[in-house]
């Protein structure tokens, strides 16, 4: 799409930097519905709660959520954008500098 609408108006899909986002949840416990269940909790801590406007986040272990952010990576994004309302989910945001994003650095760089 990004190269359509460039070619269209005569613009170089080089000069743009592809980004996207999703809210994150690491989250090493078997049971998914649970993870999901902490993201709508945070969510109503944030006085969000219609998850549908939201969507799906990306939750689950280290090797999950650093394989679906590669997926956005061999898609083209070149940017990822992590969605989190305050208060901030700590423990994430430290899972994700310290474990999800060197697993992710070795998939894009394989």
Known sequence: ?????CA?????????????GAYVLVHDGP???EA?????????????????R?????????DIVAERIAAYWRAGARGFILGMGSP????TLRRVATEVRPRL??????
């Open 88 to 91: 901030f989910d700590h423990e």
């Open 54 to 62: 939201f969507g799906v986040p990306i939750a689950g272990g280290t």
């Open 8 to 20: 269209e108006i005569g613009r170089d899909p080089g000069e743009i930097l592809p980004m996207t």
């Open 36 to 52: 999901i269940e902490r993201w709508g909790e945070a969510l109503a801590r944030t006085h969000r709660t219609d998850r549908a």
């Open 1 to 5: 799409v990004l190269r359509r609408r």
């Open 31 to 33: 049971d998914l519905a």
């Open 105 to 110: 650095e070795a998939l894009i760089r394989a």
